[in-house]
């Protein structure tokens, strides 16, 4: 399969506790997004990579969340002290220059 | 304040019938704009990409304007079937090639046989 993965698929925390997702871009794409879909929103740009530099980052992040991408292939975002605002989908997406981003399949947060 | 708006929430069509779906958007300047297809409890799938320097792009049954005077882009689709029922996002790109995407709400569109 040579599309977007995310994993987990599915994470259920407790409120208070650290989470940890992991993306893996298409292998040749430079760029990747992390974003933030709830229901019946649009997805809400969360930070942005260029191989392994983190070149734009959304003002709405919080400092509990923070996102990582050594050596510019796969991603990490963690959120610390998890709170129940943070249940949502988070998405990661790669691409090449300008073309259309390229979604992964998502991983579906829920915080008690 | 920027806004993007997808003038309809839901959307119903006969199969056959030629769907047309709205984005507006104020206080934007997008180099280009993107339409995204997402169905339940998956990603976004990007569709196609229009430039501001662009009036139309057609790919197959679809096709997109993009009116940078009337802040719009148009989304159609010719010859509508069952399975294109789905969210449709529009997305605006700013400033350099590649960087973050501001998506509208969607439009839900069903389409029955």
């Known amino acids: 399969d040579t599309g977007v993965s995310q994993n987990p698929r599915h994470k259920i925390t407790k409120r208070g506790q650290n989470v940890t997702f992991r993306c893996d871009p298409i292998?040749?794409?430079?760029?990747l997004y992390w974003y933030r879909q709830t229901l019946g929103q649009g997805p809400e740009f969360l930070t942005y990579?260029?191989?392994?530099?983190?070149?734009?980052k959304s003002r709405l992040l919080s400092d509990r969340f923070s996102a990582e991408r050594p050596k510019g292939s796969f991603s990490t975002l963690e959120i610390q002290r998890t709170e129940q605002g943070d249940s949502a989908m988070y998405l990661c997406?790669?691409?090449?220059?300008?073309?259309?981003?390229?979604f992964g399949p998502g991983t579906r947060l829920t915080v008690l | 304040s920027q806004k993007i708006e997808q003038n309809s929430e839901a959307l119903n069509i006969q199969e056959g019938k030629t769907a047309t779906l709205t984005c507006n958007y104020t206080?934007?300047?997008?180099?280009?704009l993107q339409w995204y297809r997402q169905d339940p409890g998956r990603g976004p799938v990007f569709l196609l990409l229009?430039?501001?320097?662009?009036k139309e792009k057609r790919k197959e049954r679809l096709k997109v304007t993009f009116d940078t005077t009337l802040k719009q882009s148009l989304f159609h689709i010719t010859a509508s079937q069952p399975a294109d029922s789905a969210t449709y996002l529009c997305a605006l790109g700013e400033g350099q090639a590649g960087t973050a995407l501001i998506f509208g709400k969607g439009t839900t569109l069903s389409v029955s046989s």
């Open positions: 229009i430039r501001e320097n662009e």
């Open positions: 997406a790669s691409s090449l220059e300008l073309v259309g981003q390229f």
């Open positions: 292998s040749e794409h430079n760029r």
């Open positions: 206080n934007y300047s997008p180099a280009y």
């Open positions: 990579f260029q191989n392994e530099a983190q070149l734009e």
